[in-house]
């Protein structure tokens, strides 16, 4: 069984779904520490004022060393109704906004205690999005007996979303006002490309020279 090792990222850049798609089955690495400025709570989208981060806040944030499976979402503040209204300000006029808008927000919306069950949930949908035959499972799930050690290293790909990665274009909602803008949120290229969003992934996939 071919396997590929994944963070707990929320709605991570295209380019690890470049990297992921055609991998095999997914392990989520939720035995993993959660780190502060990384992507497990974080993701990158294009609005109206140019390149926003979207971050879902954590409860004791300021204390590290947790394990992501163990890490609760902070609900002090309405930051889930936020974020929607910033997707939808970003993506309102984006070809393909009606057909995956609502179920994007209601997974949001969902009230999700632990930030990677937030993440499980957006990862199955984006599978969905993407027409993906992968099944996933948690890294913590994998027993004495199963492959664990042999499974290869993790694919963390980029951080953040850069400027200049030699990526080709794909039509953007605010292009004429920004520019092309590489490597945004997986949802960027969902909501602007719609079923064509594969095709895109594979072509960029050499570029990065995924095996």
């Not at 798609?21 to 959660?34: E, K, T």
């Not at 930030?115 to 993407?130: A, E, G, R, T």
């Not at 993906?132 to 799930?141: D, L, M, P, R, V």
Request: include cysteine; charged fraction near 20%; glycine fraction near 6%.
């Amino acid at each position: 069984m071919k396997y590929c090792v994944i963070p707990s990222f929320f709605c991570p850049p295209l380019s690890l779904w470049a990297e992921w798609l055609h991998a095999g089955n997914l392990v989520v690495d939720d035995l993993d520490f959660y780190q502060r400025k990384r992507l497990h709570n974080r993701y990158f989208i294009s609005g109206p004022n140019g390149v926003q981060m979207l971050s879902i806040p954590i409860k004791g944030a300021g204390h590290p060393g947790r394990i992501l499976k163990d890490v609760c979402i902070a609900y002090d503040e309405p930051w889930a109704r936020k974020h929607v209204q910033a997707v939808r300000s970003a993506y309102g006029k984006s070809a393909y906004f009606e057909y995956y808008f609502e179920d994007w927000a209601q997974i949001l919306l969902s009230g999700s205690q632990y930030l990677h069950d937030l993440n499980l949930k957006m990862l199955v949908f984006i599978i969905q999005c993407l027409k993906s035959n992968q099944s996933f499972i948690n890294a913590s799930s994998i027993t004495d007996g199963d492959s664990a050690d042999k499974l290869p290293p993790k694919k963390t790909g980029m951080i953040i979303p850069a400027t200049n990665t030699g990526l080709d274009f794909y039509p953007q909602v605010w292009q004429d006002r920004f520019g092309y803008i590489h490597d945004l949120s997986i949802i960027d290229l969902i909501f602007c490309c719609g079923p064509e969003s594969v095709l895109y992934l594979n072509k960029i996939k050499k570029f990065f020279n995924t095996p």
